[in-house]
Each structure stands twice: as C-alpha cells, then as structure tokens.
C-alpha cells in the first residue's frame, strides 16, 4: 500500500482543529505531511495548550484519514502549541468580585453637590436600559441612597450561599441595594475611622449575595481625604463619575476629586464629570434656563482635565421632589429629565466601554450585555 500525500491532505481537509473553525489545512495549522508507505506523519500546530485540545485533534486526524483514505494507515501525529501570548497584568487592584463585572465610583469633591442623586438616577437608567444594577452606598457621613429608594426601613436579610452566611441587599426598583445606613441608627453619630470604614464596606461587597450584575455603583462620601483613600483602595473599581456643580467653590474640589483617583496609588480611570444643577428650570417652563451657579464651569473644567462632560443636569424640582419620596427622577417616561439621565448613562457607558477596551479584559471590567444601549455600538 502506498499513501498519496494529496489524498491526506484532502482528508484533513473535512476536518478542523477543535474550536478553531477553518478546516486545518486551509488555516495552516497543517504544517506538514509526509507519507512513506502505508505510514503517514501529520504535523500540526494548534492554540489551544491543553492535553484535552492536543488528544482530540490527534483522535479527529486519524479518524479523518482513516475514513478517507484507508483504514489501515498507520498514522503518527506531530502537534506543537502555539498558544497566543498571555494578555499583560491588569492594572485593577484588589480581586475581582465573581458575578459582578463593573464596579463605578460616584464621587464629589465637595458635599452636597448631588453625588446620590446621580448615582441613583444612573442606576435607574441602566436598569431601564436592561443591565442587572446594584449600589453600595458607601457614604458613611451620610448615607442617603436608602431614602432616595424608598427602603429606609428596611434591613438586609441573611441568606445561605453555598454554606455561608451572606447579606441579602435590598432590593428597590430592581435594583440591588446595601447601604452604610442600614447598619446605623439614623440619629446616631457614627465616627468611622478609614481602616473601620474600609472593613465594613469590604464586607458589603465580598460578603454579600448580590448575585450577577452589571454595574455595581458606589456612592462614595464626599471629600478627597484618607478615608476616602482607604475606601477607593479597598475596591477593584473599574472607573469613576465626578460630580460637581457650576460655581468656583465646588469646581476647586471636583478637580481635587479627580486628581484623587488619577494619582499612581490609586490609577482608577475617570470616566467623566457630570455638571449637576447646571441650570434652574421651572418644569413648566423647560426653555427657560437660569444660571444660578454660574454658566458651564464642570464642562470648562472637564475640557481643562481631558476628561469627558457626560452630562449636563438642570436643577428642577422633581429631582428634589423624587430623591425625598424615594422616587428618583429618571424613573419618569419620555420626560427631558429622564432623557437628559439617559444622555449621562449612555456616555457613561461608552467611556467604560472604551476604557475596558484599552485595558485587558478582566472579570471585573469584561460588560456581558449592550442592551438598549443604543449608542454604543458594540
Ligand atoms: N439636579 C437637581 N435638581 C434638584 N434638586 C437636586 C438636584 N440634585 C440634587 N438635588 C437635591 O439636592 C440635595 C442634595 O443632593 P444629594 O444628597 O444627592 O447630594 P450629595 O452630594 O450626595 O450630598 P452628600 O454630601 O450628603 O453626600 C437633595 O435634596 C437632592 O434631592
């Protein structure tokens, strides 16, 4: 019996590598063929390194040829590995948290500039927009997310994961929510130190049952101080929201803010800045524009640090109205409110997406679903 070496090749040619779709001889990975006889010697090079990849291709070579060409070859394998180069370190420090795959900052230089109302309002929209959302409410000064959601009374229960005992966060609208606030009083002054703060918020995060998520927002404590440090560092954030307002006094902060997650012990990529309370409108008259705090200062300064405006939210009452009956504002159908909340998320998410595509894709920064995402065209 002799072998043609063409009537090998047109055998491999039924048959690809295991999960490398082409056939093997058009994809190259069939480097060499060589008959002598009725002994034929295949070399080939595959991706994938494991024992199991190298075994099937072996298994599929030999069925191939055996098929086709003659059941009695005798058939010798020759595979080489050639596994693409591991993808460089992450730069995102602390583990990932399994299931949750984006974890975002909220931040303010300054109090009072409206970082919960934002932070909520954002998680409504990508709730709205199809992603699995939840809030760690991280403001030990004064956590106000559990008003905003209309859950102030409520505890996290305790449920059983897996063996172990694990926080149940609240949830409000669909949204996850665990707060500093349901562990204390309200009237009691609670006096955290950083490492203090540091541990009751890591435990919020990996002791807790939030399940598969998307985003997970945090609505840090306004202020740029060393808890603030501890905090940040405490997390494997994915990127941080600036929030400021237009005046002088609060824009000095915001840029102390940004600074803080750009410095090397940090290195947490700003997403953006958003300008909250831009502008006053009356709600009846929604042309009417009044800028009580000064005109454009966060998107001056955004232009100034190279970071992106996300987004420009008036001052009007039903955001007030909302976050005090715990109904945040973006819940509202087809309103400029709702629309000018689903701007800031969708640019938002487009500088994550850009953000997790200059990085290498890890657990913690990989996003599972587009969803409604219009803009972003992935
Ligand atoms: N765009 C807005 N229009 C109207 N009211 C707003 C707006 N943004 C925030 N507010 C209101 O301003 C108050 C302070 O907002 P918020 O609690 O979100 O600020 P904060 O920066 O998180 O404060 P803190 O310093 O306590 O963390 C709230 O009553 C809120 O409803």
């Not at 058009?26 to 006889?37: C, I, K, Q």
């Not at 303010?108 to 709205?128: D, P």
């Not at 909250?276 to 640090?305: H, Q, R, V």
């Not at 819940?331 to 850009?354: C, G």
């Amino acid at each position: 019996m002799k072998l043609e070496k063409q009537a090998i090749l047109n055998a491999l040619k039924t048959i690809s590598v295991p999960g490398e779709g082409e056939d093997m001889v058009t994809s190259g990975a069939v480097t060499n063929v060589v008959t002598f006889g009725d002994e034929v010697i295949v070399d080939i090079t595959i991706k994938n390194p494991s024992l199991q990849a190298k075994k099937k291709a072996e298994v599929e070579i030999m069925k191939a040829i055996h098929a086709e060409v003659h059941m009695k070859a005798q058939v010798k394998v020759n595979i080489k590995v050639d596994a693409p180069e591991k993808a460089p370190k992450n730069e995102i420090k602390g583990k990932p948290i399994p299931g949750i795959q984006n974890i975002i900052a909220v931040a303010s230089g300054k109090g009072g500039v409206g970082k919960s109302t934002i932070t909520a309002n954002l998680a409504v929209s990508l709730q709205k927009m199809g992603f699995k959302v939840g809030i760690l409410d991280a403001d030990i000064y004064g956590p106000s997310i559990p008003i905003m959601f209309d859950v102030q009374d409520e505890k996290p229960l305790s449920v059983k994961v897996d063996g172990k005992q694990k926080m149940k966060p609240v949830e409000s609208y669909g949204i996850k929510i665990l707060s500093i606030g349901f562990f204390t009083k309200p009237d009691q002054a609670v006096v955290w130190r950083g490492p203090m703060a540091s541990k009751a918020l890591n435990q919020m995060i990996f002791d807790a049952a939030w399940g598969a998520l998307d985003f997970l927002l945090v609505d840090l404590p306004p202020g740029t101080g060393d808890i603030h440090l501890s905090i940040v560092q405490a997390m494997p954030l994915t990127g941080a929201v600036v929030v400021s307002t237009p005046q002088k006094v609060a824009l000095a902060d915001a840029k102390k803010g940004v600074a803080m997650f750009q410095q090397d012990s940090i290195n947490v990529p700003v997403l953006g800045i958003v300008e909250n309370m831009a502008w006053f409108t009356p709600e009846e008259l929604p042309e009417n524009k009044y800028y009580i705090f000064g005109k454009e200062g966060a998107s001056n300064l955004a232009e100034d640090l190279g970071v992106r405006l996300l987004a420009q939210i008036p001052l009007v009452q039903s955001i007030r109205e909302g976050g005090d009956v715990g109904h945040p504002a973006a819940l509202q159908k087809d309103t400029i409110l709702a629309e000018a909340f689903e701007t800031m998320t969708r640019n938002s998410v487009e500088e994550l997406v850009k953000r997790n595509d200059s990085l290498p894709p890890t657990e913690a920064v990989k996003i599972t679903t587009m969803a409604g995402c219009a803009a972003v065209k992935k």
